[in-house]
């Protein structure tokens, strides 16, 4: 019996860093989004849309290419012209709905 329980116990260490390391997908879900370079193609101040030609969205493991976002906040679109070049992040709603939470100008 004592062998079973020491047995169990190096077990438990010897595993224990690796499942440490491991990152549950709510915890992924929820770190904030990282800055994605984007070129303004298009502002729609009315219905709070935004399209982009974009690098690649890792947050979103989305390819390079131009769509229309949604944004979070209408104001975000003041801090973007057609043909700006500026950072921003996005994320995906629990709907599916991809929105942009951030805009920050290009460097």
Same mark, same amino acid.
């Given at each position: ?13 010897? /595993? ?18 990282? %800055? ?39 104001? %975000? ?19 599916? /709905? ?10």
């Amino acid at each position: 019996m004592k062998k079973l329980l020491l047995t169990s116990l190096l077990a438990a260490c010897v /595993a224990w860093p690796a499942m440490a390391e491991q990152k549950p997908d709510s915890a992924a879900a929820s770190a904030p989004a990282s %800055l994605t370079v984007g070129e303004v193609r298009k502002v729609d101040k009315h219905a709070k849309k935004i399209t982009l030609k974009h690098g690649e969205i890792k947050n979103l493991e989305m390819p390079p290419m131009t769509m229309v976002f949604q944004v979070k906040d209408a104001a %975000l679109l003041d801090k973007a012209k057609v043909g700006d070049t500026i950072r921003f992040a996005a994320e995906k709603t629990a709907t599916g /709905a991809l929105v942009v939470t951030d805009i920050q100008p290009g460097k």
